[in-house]
């Protein structure tokens, strides 16, 4: 990756203009922390980038982002700018291309965002970054009540920064996150989502989800069940707890798991008709939930009789045939029952012992059935 990225700086400095790795890429290089997230800044223009690298894609030319694939690995590079108003506390109404880096990080979020790299190592801190990461601090680069007016997400990241990095938020920092915490409630919910996920998936999850209570943000983040958390390894499970199901947006895939999670913490996720019907990602994660290691899901798991219906050594066709019946509804309780059955290890799962079950069933059904409409008609 960073091999790749210095053939980037070279290509773009052999066309006579300036390029640095910036950011991110450059803090977790100097913390010995590996990164594949790869920005550059450079003094060229989109347009110039355009004809540097025939692959080149205009992101966003209003503020001069270009994306650039090398050896298959993508990087996007800003042209050095100074912004105008920010009219909606996220984005600049205007920006200004500039030739001058300096001014270019100034418009930064945090001071430890602001480190950068050129083609050859060396490290470039024109505004003294580097002791803000040796000390382990957040510091936003202007004041930090000005900074979250510009763009309140930068709340949502300075809390993300301290809780991934374990780094410490400034005191002026705190003081502004609460005074401009009202700020959050016109932010994007998606916006939202994309942060909190990077916190609830953190190791450190514990010390964001202080940082939320502490600062207060709890009610504009509609997070009112935070208390109830218990931390998990798994960001679904974070969110399940949560119970805010009807408020962010979360796919269908997601909402399916966190209904399963939810089944599965119900009903047992050691039991063999739990893993059965919810699977086992959802009783490892209810699991870990209530306290039940994944090694016993796990032996449960691969000491069940079955783990789904193509496991059943006789099929609808042999169903059919035995009972002399057509397809219809009663073949979903038939293989209910059988499957109930097999999984409480009450029968087998041979063809013999399965037909001879499924005649019983067939004929239980069809008493009640009887049953009913005589007392219907007798009614």
Same mark, same amino acid.
């Given at each position: 990756?960073?091999?790749?990225?210095?053939?980037? @700086?070279?290509?773009?400095?052999?066309? %006579?203009?300036?390029?640095?790795?910036?950011?991110?890429?450059?803090?977790?290089?100097?913390? $010995?922390?590996?990164?594949?997230?790869?920005?550059?800044?450079?003094?060229?223009?989109?347009?110039?980038?355009?004809?540097? *690298?025939?692959?080149?894609?205009?992101?966003?030319?209003?503020?001069?982002?270009?994306?650039?694939?090398?050896?298959?690995?993508? *990087?996007?590079?800003?042209?050095?700018?100074?912004?105008?108003?920010?009219?909606?506390?996220?984005?600049?109404?205007?920006?200004?291309?500039?030739?001058?880096?300096?001014?270019?990080?100034?418009?930064?979020?945090?001071?430890?965002?602001? /480190? =950068?790299?050129?083609?050859?190592?060396?490290?470039?801190?024109?505004?003294?970054?580097?002791?803000?990461?040796?000390?382990? /601090?957040?510091?936003?680069?202007?004041?930090?009540?000005?900074? !979250?007016?510009?763009?309140?997400?930068?709340?949502?990241?300075?809390?993300? #920064?301290?809780?991934?990095?374990? #780094?410490?938020?400034?005191?002026?920092?705190? +003081?502004?996150?609460?005074?401009?915490?009202?700020?959050?409630?016109?932010?994007?919910?998606?916006?939202?989502?994309?942060?909190?996920?990077?916190?609830?998936?953190?190791?450190?999850?514990?010390?964001?989800?202080?940082?939320?209570?502490?600062?207060?943000?709890?009610? &504009?983040? !509609?997070?009112?069940?935070?208390?109830?958390?218990?931390? =998990?390894?798994?960001?679904?499970?974070?969110?399940?707890?949560?119970? &805010?199901? +009807?408020?962010?947006? !979360?796919?269908?895939?997601? @909402?399916?798991?966190?209904?399963?999670?939810?089944?599965?913490?119900?009903?047992?996720?050691?039991?063999?008709?739990?893993?059965?019907?919810?699977?086992?990602?959802?009783?490892?994660?209810?699991?870990?939930?209530? $306290? /039940?290691?994944?090694? +016993?899901?796990?032996?449960?798991?691969?000491?069940?009789?079955?783990?789904?219906?193509?496991?059943?050594? &006789?099929?609808?066709?042999?169903? /059919?045939?035995?009972?002399?019946?057509?397809?219809?509804?009663?073949?979903?309780?038939?293989?209910?029952?059988?499957? @109930?059955?097999?999984?409480?290890?009450?029968? %087998?799962?041979?063809?013999?012992?399965?037909?001879?079950?499924?005649?019983?069933?067939?004929?239980?059904?069809?008493? &009640?059935?009887?049953?009913?409409?005589?007392?219907?008609?007798?009614?």
């Amino acid at each position: 990756m960073l091999e790749t990225a210095l053939k980037v @700086l070279n290509i773009i400095e052999d066309n %006579s203009y300036e390029a640095y790795i910036v950011g991110g890429f450059v803090r977790d290089y100097v913390m $010995g922390i590996k990164s594949n997230d790869v920005d550059i800044t450079t003094n060229a223009r989109p347009k110039d980038l355009i004809k540097i *690298f025939p692959n080149a894609n205009i992101d966003n030319e209003m503020y001069g982002s270009v994306t650039v694939y090398l050896n298959n690995i993508r *990087f996007e590079i800003t042209t050095y700018r100074d912004d105008g108003n920010y009219l909606d506390n996220r984005h600049p109404d205007t920006i200004n291309y500039v030739n001058d880096l300096k001014t270019d990080l100034k418009r930064r979020d945090f001071t430890i965002n602001t /480190i =950068c790299m050129d083609k050859a190592l060396n490290i470039v801190d024109l505004l003294s970054c580097r002791s803000d990461i040796d000390k382990k /601090i957040i510091k936003t680069v202007i004041n930090p009540l000005t900074s !979250f007016k510009i763009d309140s997400l930068r709340i949502l990241r300075a809390i993300r #920064f301290a809780t991934t990095l374990d #780094f410490e938020l400034a005191k002026e920092v705190k +003081e502004a996150i609460i005074q401009s915490k009202y700020l959050l409630k016109d932010l994007s919910i998606n916006r939202k989502k994309e942060e909190l996920d990077k916190i609830f998936s953190s190791p450190n999850i514990e010390k964001g989800i202080m940082l939320i209570k502490e600062l207060g943000l709890i009610d &504009v983040l !509609f997070l009112e069940n935070i208390n109830k958390v218990i931390p =998990c390894s798994q960001v679904i499970g974070i969110w399940m707890m949560l119970e &805010v199901d +009807e408020i962010y947006p !979360f796919t269908r895939n997601e @909402l399916n798991l966190m209904k399963d999670i939810r089944n599965a913490i119900k009903n047992n996720p050691l039991d063999y008709t739990t893993l059965y019907y919810y699977d086992l990602y959802p009783c490892i994660v209810a699991g870990e939930i209530i $306290g /039940i290691s994944k090694k +016993e899901i796990m032996d449960n798991y691969n000491s069940m009789p079955i783990h789904k219906r193509g496991d059943i050594v &006789v099929d609808s066709y042999d169903l /059919i045939d035995y009972l002399n019946i057509e397809d219809g509804p009663i073949m979903s309780k038939l293989w209910k029952e059988l499957e @109930l059955n097999i999984l409480n290890l009450e029968v %087998s799962n041979t063809k013999e012992d399965l037909l001879n079950l499924a005649k019983k069933i067939y004929t239980s059904i069809n008493l &009640v059935k009887e049953e009913c409409n005589e007392t219907e008609t007798t009614g």
